[in-house]
């Protein structure tokens, strides 16, 4: 599968946030590239965001964290949104 902008996006996205190692760009392109095409197939309306129903059905994982996720409090998930919080949960890990 090639890589489309808004993947190549996301990947340098996560890479620019910590999300994932510069070293491992490979395994992380290929994580990422599941991450897409999760969040792709689990935004039923295909609007770009996930809502609270979208991730309860499709990203348990996401729709456990949503509230702490959904910094912007408006109810739905942006790939962005995502990423900042799995990449300050890392933070604290280090």
């Known amino acids: 599968m090639s890589a489309t902008p808004s993947k190549l996006f996301l990947i340098a996205m996560f890479l ?7 070293s491992h760009a490979q395994d992380s392109s290929k994580r ?6 999760k969040f792709d197939a689990a935004d039923a309306d295909h609007d770009g965001f996930l809502t609270r129903d979208e991730a309860s059905r499709n990203m348990p994982r996401i ?3 949503f509230d702490a996720i959904d910094t912007d409090h408006d109810g739905k998930l942006s790939p962005q949104e995502i990423a900042h919080y799995f990449a300050a949960k890392r933070k604290t890990r280090e």
Request: net charge negative; with cysteine; aromatic share 6%.
């Open 16 to 22: 620019a946030l910590g999300c994932v190692d510069v």
């Open 32 to 37: 990422m590239e599941k991450f897409t095409e």
């Open 63 to 65: 729709a456990k964290d």
